[in-house]
């Protein structure tokens, strides 16, 4: 859609505005349809916590943070 406008009659300003448009009506839409997965907890903060040393013992987190 972006290409078509840019490249087409209507121009790149017109594009970006018509995309940006389209993004903010499907970005209101999800904020509407989004549900808490959990109940809340007593004070808000989940009451499992975890440790840094078992984070960095974990190979496919390492892996995802240094790449």
């Known amino acids: 859609m ?3 406008l ?3 009659h ?3 300003g017109t594009g970006v505005r018509a995309a940006a448009g389209m993004i903010a ?3 209101a839409i999800a904020n509407l349809l ?3 997965r959990y109940p809340p907890t007593k004070y808000g903060v989940s009451s499992k916590r975890i440790s840094v040393s078992k984070l960095f013992k974990d190979p496919p987190y390492v892996a995802f943070v240094t790449g």
């Open 10 to 12: 209507q121009g790149f």
């Open 34 to 36: 989004v549900r808490a």
């Open 2 to 4: 972006l290409n078509r």
């Open 25 to 27: 009506g499907l970005l």
């Open 6 to 8: 840019i490249h087409g």
